[in-house]
């Protein structure tokens, strides 16, 4: 007789005090395996070629009876069709388990784990949440092979209609470079993010917010005494004008690449991947040996306050200008300090514009096709830094 949910809820009674496992058929080779300890499994027994074999096909109560009945009139029409319902169930299975590793997801997450070495922390962390964000919910789970342009266009249209028109061509570029990976990997042939440049249209560059007028400069210096936080982001803010390094490169500068005899600064540009070198004027040395007795004995020069082990917050310097009163979106913000210096080393100090780039650790090729050498103008770079100093103790005086 076939099963009915009251059938079902006694001989689950009736196996627990029984203590063995019971079998309720249905028809057409569908029965219930109930055992003593609370299990209910949905079996389809039938024959291939003479073999008779079984067919797991749901638990009970999350497949219900009718659902049951379904799945076994399902299987039976493969075994109709020549089939075999159990090889048919695996392949299906086989094809998911693939379809997940080849999702898009699974393959960025793959590309992202084999950069990771190459990249800033803050660079793939950035990366990782703009795809987390803007790309995985739409695109993550779709096999890599299957996602056409039109797909990827309406991603970056839905970034680009938010106003982030920037991180719409940011987005397309390391999807396409996701792409690039798989068609390494093998698991995709082309990279139709590739026929997207010039979908969005172009970003408007911004500038970062500066001051280039001397008289301000002095007035910030001037401020920048009074300045109640801890003594490393001070000092932290008074070598950023006076090193106009970038951002990120200051907070992460390690005591082991300063020489402080030497008076130089020794490290990795971070946006060119080249060795960099900064003369540091004696304003800098005098800050960095003052410094040096409260963070010395660590990694980094400036450590983050949760933790020595790790640099001070890429948001601290701006932080600070804020606490000061300054506003980092239209006044001056951490990166402002190169366009400062570079207007004004220019325009008021008469500095040649080569020397100003390669301080900036800029890729500007020479007449000899040059992009960039650590060690060019040195002599003018240590005599440029050293006339900056005194010119920005001479904007404070006044």
Known sequence: MPITDVAIKNAIKTARVAAKPLKLFDGGGLFLHITPAGG?????KYRVAGKEKLLAIGVYPDVGLAAARKRRDAAREQLAAGLDPSETKKAEQRAARLAADNSFE?????????????????????????LVNDVFPWLG???ITEIDAPEILAVLKRIDGRGARFSAHRVRSEISRVFRYAIKEGKAKGDPAKDLIGAIPPATPTHFASITDPT?????LRAFDGFSGTFPVLCALKLAPLLFVRPGELRQAKWEEIDLERAEWRYRVSKTKTDHLVPL?????AILRELHPLTGSGQYVFPGARSAQRPMSEAAINAALRRLGYDTRTEITGHGFRAMARTILHEELHQKPEVIEHQLAHSVPDALGAAYNRTRFIKERRAMMQAWGNYLDELKRN
């Open 141 to 143: 789970k779709r096999p």
């Open 40 to 44: 209910r499994y949905w079996r389809l």
């Open 106 to 130: 699974a393959v960025a997450r793959d590309w992202l784990e084999e950069r990771k070495s190459a990249v800033e922390p803050a660079q793939h962390t950035k990366t990782l949440a703009r």
């Open 281 to 285: 004027a004696s304003q800098a040395i």
């Open 216 to 220: 301000k400069v002095g007035e910030m």
